[in-house]
């Protein structure tokens, strides 16, 4: 059994930690399903059987590391993806092309949301964004710009599994 933990959340409000909370308990149910595991263990794109970005590892390696879940500020693989959330207060630019939904350092343990963005995403796709930026956590990264193949990275094809998943469940 894999789990997902909520070690702090701050900023949230009433509602805003009620959707916190369906995400998480989405996440860790995706976590525990055999579908994600096979998606990991089968993952294939224009590189191959294989993603981008992978650190050398194979795929079944990649599913060991992500279910180790060994975090760079929490040494050991204690089995559980254990998040530091933030909500952080921002608008929406009117005339901005794209804006980013959040941001986090690479070496602080903190995940920030944007508001703008977490106010209309759906628990699904919050489960989605926190999986990506988990990835990073735990040790696997992607080019910063928008290379054809950024997609298939670990960060951006996790993150987008775990949200197609989680989109099915209730
Ligand atoms: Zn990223």
């Known amino acids: 059994m894999f789990k997902v933990t909520v070690l702090a959340s701050t900023g949230f409000d009433y509602n805003q930690q009620k959707k916190l909370d369906s995400s998480i308990r989405k996440f860790e149910s995706v976590m525990n399903s055999d ?40 040494p050991g693989s204690n089995r559980t993806a254990d998040l530091y959330l933030v909500l952080v207060k921002k608008w929406k630019m009117p005339f901005a ?20 963005w977490f106010n ?37 094809a996790f993150g987008g599994i775990v949200e197609e998943l989680a989109k099915g469940l209730k």
């Not at 994600?36 to 993952?43: E, F, N, T």
């Not at 989605?128 to 290379?147: L, M, N, Q, R, V």
Request: charged share 20%; proline share 4%; aromatic share 16%.
């Open 120 to 156: 209309r995403a759906e628990d699904h796709q919050y489960a989605g964004y926190i999986a990506h930026e988990w990835a990073h956590k735990i040790g696997f990264d992607h080019s910063f710009d928008p290379t054809p193949t950024r997609n298939y990275s670990v960060p951006y």
């Open 97 to 116: 092309s794209s804006q980013s939904i959040g941001f986090t350092l690479p070496n602080q343990k903190e995940i920030h949301t944007y508001t703008w």
């Open 35 to 74: 579908d994600l595991k096979s998606r990991i263990l089968h993952y294939k794109c224009s590189l191959g059987m294989r993603f981008e970005n992978n650190l050398g590892l194979t795929n079944q390696q990649v599913f060991e590391k992500i279910y180790a879940g060994e975090e760079n500020y929490m």
